[in-house]
């Protein structure tokens, strides 16, 4: 039987249609304004309880994460929960398990627990977190549900990203993805959204699950008691006032293990997203254990016209090889989802905003499960007979680590795939000569144009990422694609000087056959100022800042020798402000955009240069 609607989901309705891109925060205000009143005498309470546990117990500690479990009444659950912070691969952390005044079960025996229990039931969950948090000394603070649960490695990718760049450039606070599935393990959806704090201001798209902060004074959340039809919550309260103050970035893995639990004591759950249909919650689990020959992974965004395509031609292209695909879907807006939805042959992941190509593969990546080869596919592809499995025979080959193909269009006309590692006369020459002089020397063209080059099998720098079959033992030494710095393009270029740099061979194959589409993802000037930025941020990454001059002022002359064209005037007024790349799609991530200047990551200064961009797509031309 169906409950009738709450009159608060009415309410809801109303705010965001009368106060738009801001409700959540002007609905905050409204719960300070209306329910604030709670919140000294709650205060008053949480010292008072922290005063007599600190008694009892003593002074926990010092740790590098101090992990903070809220509970009541879900004593098997909260073993569970338990056990998982406490396996994680990060060993120097304390977990403190806070029981509202409902009793505590037996938990594991382990001198980095400590639990107790309030002296009466409160209801106030953000009390009886900062009663964990004013409990421990520690550099990190994460946060655990008693219903949820940690992948082992959750803290330790957590804080590798916390800690990986200079002092001056560390984010403050960093989130990871959510498998999210039912209490009887269907899986729903995978939640990976890059930080935004505009939408932050209308969708809480961000859970404490997934947080990982650094410690500062003053760390605490809302202490207003809020009844059930109160939204916001206080988990988006905490984000909302930490995106204020604190630099934050999303680690697109997914670490936690969300249960949506209808009996949530603390969380009102009425309104959930449905789970995806039937066929989708039944296909093949991603952490499949029995290994396979090839884990396919395919990007979408709004790719409803082509993936179809690929998806039937899979079969006759991978025959006799054991496979899994995943589809990522960086949040079409067409009927992308639930065509995907729709086959039982693919698992279908809707990454809950647009991650960007790299961003979307290191997802995937995470999904995959146990496999001999990835396989990275444009949706806008179509794969010739036995494609995947020649370059699987590649891979047999010593030495190699990644194996690509012949690419073609639709009428059958090569595309020149290969590319050399790029250099300053070879920006030199493609400014100066562009699509003319084809068969002028290597050094002074990125790319391989002489056709006699793509008959035989070679080796190459790097090749298209429209398609590439990665081995596992390359995949694994050359990591997680660079999702921070490229959004999209020159990503694959990056991703093959590190399996180059780990001894592996960029291997090329023209028995296996692979048809592009061609425009099929289109490019606006965005992207075509996006496309020349990502070229010096790849030469920068991997050369020293003098030479990256150089590079970049032959790339400049690319431009400028083109500029009256309105898309290539576009990409050169981009290029030589650098305070304008952070407008270009992803930019923010790619120049370390801090949360306090969230204007920066939509527009250039002045109006920019990209108000006629038009949207960010995700899909990959093959001349890229």
């Known amino acids: 039987m169906t409950k009738p609607a709450r009159p608060a989901g009415l309410a809801r309705i109303i705010a965001k249609r009368i106060l738009g891109n801001r409700w959540l925060v002007a609905l905050e205000l409204r719960n300070k304004l209306l329910l604030g009143r709670s919140a000294l005498a709650l205060r008053r309470l949480e010292d008072a309880e922290v005063r007599r546990i600190a008694d009892q117990a003593g002074q926990l500690r010092r740790v590098r994460v101090a992990v903070v479990t809220a509970t009541y009444r879900r004593p098997e659950l909260l073993v569970r929960a338990v056990q998982s912070a406490l396996a994680q691969t990060e060993r120097n952390l304390v977990v403190v398990v806070v029981d509202d005044g409902g009793g505590l079960p037996e938990l594991p025996s382990d001198p980095r627990l400590y639990a107790c229990s309030l002296s009466a039931n409160t209801g106030v969950l953000g009390l009886v977190l900062n009663v964990g948090i004013r409990l421990t000394r520690s550099t990190y603070v994460a946060f655990l549900d008693d219903d949820n649960e940690w992948e082992p490695d959750h803290l330790e990718l957590a804080l590798a990203a916390l800690e990986e760049r200079p002092p001056h450039e560390r984010p403050d606070v960093v989130y990871t993805a959510l498998r999210r599935s039912t209490p009887d393990g269907q899986l729903i959806d995978v939640l990976s959204t890059p930080f935004d704090r505009k939408l932050l201001a209308r969708k809480a798209y961000i859970d404490t699950n997934s947080l990982v902060i650094r410690r500062f004074p003053g760390l605490h959340f809302s202490r207003i008691r809020r009844p059930r039809w109160a939204q916001p919550r206080e988990d988006w309260e905490l984000v909302y006032r930490l995106a204020r103050r604190c630099r934050m970035q999303h680690v697109p893995v997914p670490t936690v293990r969300y249960r949506v639990n209808p009996d949530s004591y603390f969380t009102d759950w009425t309104g959930i997203a449905p789970a995806a249909p039937d066929h989708a919650q039944r296909a093949p689990d991603h952490q499949a254990s029995t290994p396979i020959d090839c884990g396919i992974i395919v990007v979408t965004y709004n790719s ?39 086959r039982d042959d693919v698992v279908a992941i809707d990454a809950g905003g647009n991650l960007g190509y790299a961003g979307a593969i290191n997802l995937g990546r995470t999904l995959i499960g146990p496999c001999s080869s990835v396989l990275i596919l ?42 050399r590692e790029a250099s300053i006369t070879r920006a030199l020459g493609d400014a100066l000569f562009g699509a003319h002089w084809p068969r ?20 190459a720098a790097w090749a298209s990422g429209a398609a590439l079959l990665i081995s596992a033992g390359c995949n694994e030494a050359a990591g997680d694609w660079d999702s921070q710095r490229f959004f999209l393009y020159s990503e694959e270029a990056d991703f093959a000087v590190r399996a180059r740099r780990c001894g592996y061979r960029i291997r090329y194959t023209p028995s296996a056959r692979v048809r592009h589409e061609g425009g099929g993802s289109g490019r606006s000037p965005a992207l075509g100022a996006l496309l020349a930025v990502n070229r010096i941020r790849y030469y920068e990454k991997h050369h020293r800042r003098p030479a990256t001059s150089l590079f970049r002022a032959a790339v400049t002359l690319h431009y400028l020798l083109r500029s009256a064209d309105p898309g290539e005037r576009i990409a050169l007024r981009v290029l030589v402000r650098r305070s304008r790349w952070s407008g270009l799609p992803g930019g923010d991530r790619a120049e370390g955009q801090t949360a306090a200047d969230p204007a920066r990551s939509r527009t250039a200064p002045g109006g920019g240069p990209l108000a006629e961009a038009g949207p960010v797509l995700t899909g990959r031309r093959a001349d890229s």
Do not use: K
């Not at 899979?314 to 589809?327: E, K, Q, W």
């Open 440 to 459: 002028r020397p290597g050094w002074l063209s990125d790319t391989i144009h002489d056709r006699l080059a793509y008959q035989q099998p070679r080796d």
């Open 378 to 419: 444009n949706p806008d592809l179509t794969l010739e007979p036995a494609a995947v499995v020649r370059l699987h025979e590649t891979l047999d080959q010593a030495g190699t680590g990644v194996a690509v193909p012949m690419v073609l269009s639709y009428d059958g006309g090569l595309f020149p795939s290969m590319r």
């Open 304 to 342: 409803a016209q082509h993936v179809e395509q690929l998806l039937d031609s899979l079969p006759a292209a991978t025959h006799g090889l054991r496979t899994r695909c995943i589809v990522v879907d960086n949040n079409s807006q067409d009927s992308t989802m639930s065509l995907l939805r729709s």
